[in-house]
C-alpha cells in the first residue's frame, strides 16, 4: 500500500488527504494544533474546515512531524507558500530519503520570486525528480465533498508523474501528468491574483463582459509570463491553466474571489482580511508575480493593478478607469519573445 504524508490540516491538505485514501492509500496528517489533530485522529472529522464530513479510516493525524513522515512514499506539502521555507527546513531532515515531494501550494515566495518546487529543492536538497506539484480547478469544499474533479500532476519525471497520478486516482477525482512543472505552477499562482481582479469587478458590478475579459487577459498575461520563463503554451490552456483561473475568477467557493468582491464592496484589506479568515494566497503572491514578470522583463498590467489596490490601497474605481484607458494593443503581443 502506498503510504503518504500530509503537512497541513487546512481545507485543501484535508481534503486532498482524502483523495490520496479514497485511491487507496494509507495517509497520515499533520497539524500543528493538538485539539484540531485530535479531532481528526479521533473523531475522523476536521471540525474547522469541512464539520459533518466523515474522513476516511484510512486517514490519521499527529502533532509530531517525525512521525507522520515515517515511511511515506510522497510527502505532500499544503501550507501557506509564505512559511514553506521555514517549516520545510525543519522537516527535510526528518523525511524518508526516497520520498517524493509533492506541492499543493500555488504561490511565489517573496524576495527570492522563487516558485515552490524551487523552494523544496532547494531546501530539501532534491533534483527536479524528486518534486511533484498538484495544480488544477480544485475547490477543497466540492472535493471534500467528492463531487467530481480532474487536476494536473506534474513532474520533471514522467514516471514519477504517473506514480502520483496512480496514488490520487479516485472515483471522484481525475488526474493527468504533465512534465511541464513550471507552467503548471504559474498557472495556479497567477491565477489567485486574476481571481482577485475578478472579484473585484464583481464586488463593482462591473458586469459578465468585464469578468470575461479580466479572464482571458488574465490568461494572456501568464502565458507571456510562461513563455519568458520556458513554459510549455499548451499548458496555459489546460487545466491547471485555464481550468484552475475560471474555477477561481467564478465559484463563490475562491478565497481569492471572494476577497476581492469585499475589497470591490468597499471593504479596507482589514475587513476583507477578517471576513475570510483564511489564507488568502493572491494577496501576497500578487508582489512576488510582478517581482517575478519584472525579472523577465514580461507585462502585466492586471497583476500590476492588483497590485495598487492591495498593497497601495489605490481606489477600484480609480484602477479600473486606468486600466480601461491603456493605450491600443494587437491582442497577441510579447507571446513569442
Request: aromatic fraction near 4%; proline fraction near 5%.
Amino acid at each position: 500500500m502506498t503510504r503518504c504524508a500530509v503537512f497541513g490540516t487546512g481545507s485543501w491538505g484535508t481534503a486532498f488527504a482524502m483523495v490520496l485514501a479514497d485511491a487507496g492509500s494509507e495517509v497520515t496528517l499533520w497539524g500543528r494544533r493538538p485539539e484540531l489533530v485530535e479531532a481528526i485522529d479521533a473523531r475522523h472529522e476536521n471540525p474547522d474546515y469541512f464539520p459533518g464530513v466523515r474522513l476516511p479510516d484510512s486517514i490519521s493525524a499527529t502533532t509530531d512531524p517525525a512521525k507522520a513522515a515515517e515511511g511515506a512514499d510522497f510527502v505532500v506539502l499544503a501550507v501557506p507558500s509564505q512559511t514553506l521555507r521555514a517549516n520545510l527546513t525543519a522537516w527535510a531532515p526528518l523525511l524518508p530519503p526516497d520520498a517524493v515531494l509533492v506541492s499543493l501550494m500555488k504561490g511565489i515566495e517573496l524576495g527570492s520570486a522563487k516558485r515552490m518546487s524551487e523552494v523544496i529543492g532547494e531546501v530539501a536538497g532534491l533534483g527536479a525528480d524528486r518534486v511533484a506539484v498538484v495544480s488544477g480547478p480544485n475547490l477543497a469544499r466540492e472535493i471534500a465533498a467528492r463531487l467530481p474533479a480532474a487536476s494536473v500532476v506534474a513532474c520533471a519525471d514522467e514516471d514519477v508523474a504517473r506514480r502520483l497520478q496512480a496514488a490520487c486516482m479516485a472515483p471522484y477525482f481525475r488526474p493527468y501528468t504533465n512534465t511541464d512543472v513550471v507552467g503548471c505552477e504559474l498557472g495556479g499562482t497567477v491565477k489567485n491574483v486574476i481571481g482577485l481582479a475578478a472579484g473585484v469587478a464583481d464586488g463593482m458590478e462591473l458586469g459578465d463582459n468585464a469578468k470575461a475579459s479580466l479572464i482571458t487577459r488574465g490568461l494572456a498575461e501568464t502565458s507571456r509570463l510562461g513563455a519568458a520563463m520556458g513554459a510549455d503554451l499548451h499548458t496555459f490552456a489546460g487545466l491547471a491553466g485555464l481550468g484552475d483561473l475560471v474555477a477561481t475568477c467564478t465559484s463563490t467557493l475562491s478565497r481569492n474571489h471572494t476577497f476581492g468582491v469585499n475589497l470591490g464592496r468597499g471593504m479596507t484589506m482589514a475587513e476583507a482580511t477578517a471576513a475570510v479568515r483564511q489564507t488568502t494566497e493572491g494577496v501576497k503572491s500578487c508582489v512576488a508575480v510582478q517581482d517575478l514578470a519584472r525579472r523577465h522583463g514580461v507585462e502585466m498590467p492586471i497583476v500590476d493593478t492588483v497590485v495598487s489596490i492591495v498593497q497601495d490601497g489605490k481606489s477600484p474605481y480609480l484602477c479600473m478607469k486606468e486600466l480601461m484607458s491603456r493605450s491600443a494593443k494587437p491582442e497577441r503581443y510579447d507571446v513569442d519573445g
